[in-house]
């Protein structure tokens, strides 16, 4: 076993802390209260190579391992998690599943530019009735010729309003169940296809979540990705490798969350002394540490088993389960080791604390991730 970074990985991890401190922490409080997204900081994030970090070079993207990603994944959510699930579903859900079985026309005309984040890209699987359930698919596609018409509705869609790309997936053939299930590259813009309104969430407030709604939406049949009841594996397969991303943003959560009260304690005093020297204190940053170290290492285990090849399903659901669960305590342990001023907006572990929640629950409930686990155990 070998636990050093390599000096590539070095400074993948210091640029994006430092692109984090200089361009992400101005303005964040803002943007949250606002619910404002960070337009202007994912167009930078783009210009560093953060949009498609993953991708072969020879479709624009930075040619980097799963290691460096999640990586960058950490630093950035650290700061905000509003920026890094908008990276993180251009990287791990879009471009991913593009580039693993989309055709080459599908790469030159869509990958190269979401890889580069010209463009963003969207996931596209949650409906009203399918969450969880990811198999109840009702928004359908119908073939006509050379096209499919696409009906239904999709919800809880991160980049909702911002990409131009969405990956969507359908149902072709409902008497398959979900082998019926197939998957569409529909462009922002086509007649018939409509976004709803921005959800006002608890957390990542910054990120544009919306419904997005099919009308008689004509998607050449070129942009099937995958042949007919390919979705579901699509889905499935695409989700393990997000849900990396996603333990990587939860991991960073929290350390974002320890590292601003570990700072804290040393500056406030309490019955003359600070109360980092009150034990009580102390054993909250000593269970802190050692919870997102054991994440940690969760984390980097799963991006490395995939980095080798290797069946990564199983360590990417501990890693996101676990991960998600450390950036809950952490958090909610932040707030309380800052006292009252946790619970105002200007020391952040407050906004920390309510971005948290969403990690237990996009990319597979925490139930969902047990199931994921318990069936690998009892294969």
């Not at 479709?59 to 630093?75: C, W």
């Not at 790469?107 to 109840?136: M, Q, R």
């Amino acid at each position: 076993m070998n636990f050093q970074l390599t000096e590539e990985h070095l400074a993948v991890q210091e640029a994006a802390r430092e692109f984090a401190n200089t361009e992400l922490l101005p303005g964040v409080i803002e943007r949250d209260t606002e619910a404002k997204f960070p337009t202007e900081q994912i167009k930078k994030m783009s210009e560093l190579g953060f949009m498609g970090m993953m991708v072969d070079p020879k479709y624009n993207g930075g040619g980097m391992d799963t290691i460096s990603y999640v990586l960058a994944m950490e630093e950035l959510s650290k700061i905000d998690a509003s920026a890094s699930v908008s990276m993180s579903v251009n990287n791990s859900l879009v471009c991913w599943g593009l580039e693993k079985y989309g055709t080459e026309e599908q790469k030159e005309k869509y990958l190269k530019k979401l890889a580069t984040g010209e463009v963003l890209g969207a996931f596209c699987l949650s409906e009203p009735e399918a969450g969880s359930d990811a198999t109840s698919q009702r928004t359908e596609a119908t073939k006509e010729g050379d096209y499919y018409i696409l009906n239904g509705t999709k919800n809880w869609i991160t980049n909702g309003s911002s990409a131009s790309v969405y990956l969507v997936i359908a149902q072709t053939d409902a008497s398959k169940g979900h082998k019926g299930i197939s998957v569409f590259i529909v462009e922002k813009g086509w007649d018939g296809f409509v976004i709803g309104k921005k959800e006002d969430k608890l957390g990542i407030r910054g990120s544009d979540t919306h419904s997005l709604m099919f009308t008689d939406v004509k998607v050449p049949a070129s942009n099937r990705i995958g042949e007919e009841g390919f979705g579901f594996t699509f889905a499935m397969e695409t989700l393990n490798g997000g849900r990396i991303g996603i333990a990587a943003q939860a991991l960073g959560i929290a350390a974002g969350a320890y590292e601003m009260s570990l700072a804290y304690s040393k500056e406030r005093k309490a019955f003359g002394k600070p109360i980092s020297q009150h034990q009580a204190i102390q054993f909250k940053l000593a269970d802190m540490a050692t919870q997102i170290e054991a994440a940690r290492m969760l984390v980097y285990k799963a991006a490395w088993l995939k980095d080798q090849g290797e069946d990564y399903a199983h360590a990417s659901a501990m890693a996101k389960l676990y991960a998600s669960e450390v950036a809950m305590n952490v958090t909610v342990e932040a707030v309380q080791v800052h006292g009252g001023y946790g619970y105002v907006k200007e020391y952040h572990v407050e906004r920390l604390m309510r971005d948290a929640k969403i990690t237990q629950i996009y990319e597979g409930t925490s139930e969902i991730q047990k199931i994921v686990i318990s069936r690998g155990l009892l294969k």
